[in-house]
């Protein structure tokens, strides 16, 4: 640093260190970037230090470069599947549907009342942040049912796993912890869907996207490999 170089590359820097001191030289970086005005180039494994450190972000798979934007726009707007399941934690819920009609999903013995603008019978994937849930009272066209197979207390969140017809994973949603002492293990629950917060995904994993003027589907194509 007494050298002042136009760019700073930082590999993993913070590997090494427990819980407890990596966050507080997380704080200790973003303000050194902050004093110094120049440019950090961070690499990291840890998406916690990506999310927190970074103005943009860039995620590589096997050389691929994957998506390069803001972390919000990472998290809330990915491009393909590979980085929707990269960012989150817990990992965003991924659920086979079947379009039934327009603006209907049949997905793990419901159906959604989302617009997919997409054939009767495409199979889509749906990506679903644990948070875009909520606790409903009754099933519907905007909820999920299930089966209560774990409870997670966190102190102010409360985390849920469902088992859910037909699906391979158990479904997570993250509600609030008052929540708590109304739920049982093995208890049947409703679980409501925002559905401006469903991201759809084609089945080879690229992003379906609704364009906001047009109302028309655009399918987001998957970045070629470095060279």
Do not use: C, W
């Amino acid at each position: 640093m007494v050298r002042h170089p136009a760019v700073f590359l930082m590999d993993e820097p913070l590997s090494n260190l427990d819980a407890k001191l990596r966050v507080q030289m997380r704080a200790e970086i973003k303000e050194l970037h902050k004093r110094l005005g120049v440019t950090f180039v961070y690499v990291t494994h840890d998406q916690a230090e990506a999310m927190t450190l970074s103005d943009r972000v860039a995620v590589m798979l096997d050389g691929e470069l994957l998506q390069v934007a803001p972390p919000q726009t990472i998290y809330a707007d990915p491009d393909e599947r590979r980085v929707a399941e990269f960012i989150g934690s817990p990992k965003i819920n991924m659920l086979d549907g079947v379009v039934r009609e327009r603006g209907f999903i049949d997905v793990a013995g419901s159906t959604l009342a989302i617009e997919a603008d997409a054939l009767a019978g495409t199979h889509l994937t749906l990506g679903i942040r644990p948070e875009a849930f909520h606790l409903a009272e009754h099933g519907g066209q905007s909820a999920l049912t299930g089966s209560v197979r774990m409870i997670e207390h966190m102190g102010s969140d409360l985390f849920v796993h469902l088992d859910l017809p037909g699906a391979e994973h158990p479904l997570i949603a993250r509600l609030l912890a008052e929540r708590a002492p109304q739920i049982v293990l093995g208890q049947t629950l409703n679980i409501g869907v925002r559905p401006e917060r469903v991201l759809l995904f084609t089945r080879d994993g690229r992003r379906l996207r609704r364009e906001a003027q047009s109302g028309r589907a655009s399918i987001t194509p998957i970045r070629e490999s470095i060279r």
